[in-house]
């Protein structure tokens, strides 16, 4: 299967160059950088937290999206092909924005991000600038049922962290305050890819990202409506949400999904949601590629009561609008 023309050595590089001579009103990299892999929104404003959001090879997350509006991060670091982001990318962007109120590291907790941002974290000290580490681990089926949440990797998570902290950092919140939100974030949010197996026509549930076999399937019945009732199920259970919680839900729709399919299966676990716990805003679009076999990435937030007022407005990237 074709999936790009581009320099697999340099295809990072040469995109971040590209969206920022093509969006320069939006979007810049780092001067002089060494690797040139980190998008920055601009303008730059040193005088908040800022937020930089760094989750494994090209195209998971797309950087774009995470940069080309307003609310969700100041920096979109991405790695190589298939390779997780550079630390030196992290510091040098830190150093550039140079912000005295520190920054808030976010990634998916895979052993790659984890070491880089890490080391990323050790030379922003050295320098004097604060950081705090935000692993996200919402794949709830990454790991066996029984294994602790740290153990967990994260899919898709972070957009709903990075989403309210962004807007949180804007109303002058500190570091402290905004790491110990986070966590709660975090551990109120789930995430699984649900497949389709066609040869077999069973919808299965926690396949991974690298083709690792699914937690569970299903022969039952194989259609869109089937499968959103069941993965809406899993991850109600997972999360439990209480009364003074809200559920949001967003749905991936990596390259090799038809738009139709995405809006119908989103449309479906809203309507399945209606008579059991409601979601008061489903968000399909294309927040990353990270697999090559038909699925969908669904990720819920079950948001305290206090924090749903970020999630009002909506912000419109060049991928999807959340």
Known sequence: MLTNLCNDDTVSSDFTAAMASIYPDRVGTVPGSFNNRALLRLPVESDRVNLIVSAGGFGAPFPDGMVACQGLADVSVVGGKCAAPSAYDIYEAARYINSQKGYLLIYNNFMGDCLNNDLAKELMEIDGLRSSLIPYNDDCLSVDPSAPRSERTGLLGLHYGARIAWQMAHEGADLET?????????????????????????????????????????????????????????????????????????????????????????????????????????????????????????????????????????????????
């Open 178 to 322: 905004l790491s110990a939100v986070l966590e709660t974030v975090r551990a109120r949010t789930s995430s699984m890819n649900v497949s389709f197996d066609p040869d077999t026509k069973r919808v299965q549930l926690g396949r991974g990202i690298s083709g690792e076999p699914p937690r569970i399937e299903y022969d039952e019945e194989f259609s869109l409506q089937f499968a959103a009732a069941k993965a809406y199920d899993y991850l109600l259970a997972d999360l439990s949400p209480r009364e003074d919680e809200t559920l949001y839900v967003l749905v991936n729709r990596p390259f090799s999904v038809n738009t139709e399919d995405l809006y119908i299966f989103s449309h479906a676990m809203q309507t399945y949601a209606q008579s059991r716990v409601p979601i008061r805003r489903m968000s399909p679009g294309h927040y990353t590629r990270h697999f090559y076999y038909y699925a969908f990435g669904v990720c819920m937030l079950s948001c305290p009561k206090d924090l749903t007022k970020y999630l009002q407005d909506v912000c419109c990237t060049t991928a999807f609008i959340f």
